[in-house]
């Protein structure tokens, strides 16, 4: 299986700061047809999980251009220009190139 | 507006059964390859299985092959997970996810709320 390995797992952001998370596969994501399947989602407090990026850095719709996807490969990245109070949560990264479907153990970020 | 409502969970014993549902609505279901995914309590994600839009193809975690079984029902646009010899360790919130297309499966677009499932006696 395609692990997934987040870092940090706990990050204390101040408001109004930049926060980065960095998701790293064991295995190329690159798929045959030449995509890289590689998500982002955000899990708010008492919510079930919602996508915010979808294919390294594509973002979903109505979610707020301060959240940027980049990587390539097996090294990928989750950037927030300037966290928001409502930014806390945990945010996981997701494989879809390989089965299974793999997810990172999730990046809690919470303000300092 | 796309909609996930998951149903059928609850409390079973040990080496029981459960079969969720999954009603789905906003989008053509039958062309659409869905997924269940779960989530143990303060625990991270974890996908369970998938099956493509015309219902041929299904793939499972192995956590749970040959215990899982997904299926659906586009007359009635559901999904389904049927989950035989149940464990503690299958104690989770289980979510019905849609995917991008009908044989596209590398990506989770649309989750719904979840239903709990608590194996214990």
């Known amino acids: 299986d395609v692990v997934m390995t987040q870092s940090p797992l706990s990050l204390p952001v101040t408001l109004g700061q930049p926060a980065s998370i960095s998701c790293k596969s064991s295995q190329s994501l690159v798929y045959s047809d030449g995509n890289t399947y590689l998500n982002w989602f955000q899990q708010r407090p008492g919510q079930s999980p919602r996508r915010l990026i979808y294919k390294v850095s594509n973002r979903d719709s109505g979610v707020p251009d301060r959240f940027t996807g980049s990587g390539s490969g097996t090294d990928f990245t989750l950037k927030i220009s300037r966290v928001e109070a409502e930014d806390v949560g945990v945010y996981y990264c997701m494989q879809g190139t390989h089965w299974p479907l793999t997810f990172g153990q999730g990046t809690k970020v919470e303000i300092k | 507006e796309v909609q996930l409502v998951e149903s059928g969970g609850g409390l079973v014993q040990p080496g029981g059964s459960l079969r969720l549902s999954c009603a789905a609505s906003?989008?053509?279901?039958?062309?659409?390859?869905m997924s269940w995914a779960r989530q143990a309590p303060g625990k991270g994600l974890e996908w369970v299985a998938a099956?493509?839009?015309?219902?041929?193809?299904?793939y499972y975690a192995d956590s749970v092959k040959g215990r899982f079984t997904i299926s659906r029902d586009s007359a009635k646009n559901t999904l389904f997970l049927q989950m035989n010899s149940l464990s503690a360790e299958d104690t989770a919130v289980y979510y019905c996810?849609?995917?991008?297309?009908?044989?596209?499966?590398?990506?989770?677009?649309?989750w719904g709320r979840g239903t709990l499932v608590t194996v214990s006696s």
């Open positions: 906003g989008f053509t279901f039958r062309s659409q390859a």
């Open positions: 996810a849609k995917c991008p297309g009908s044989t596209s499966y590398g990506s989770l677009e649309y």
């Open positions: 099956i493509s839009g015309s219902g041929a193809y299904t």
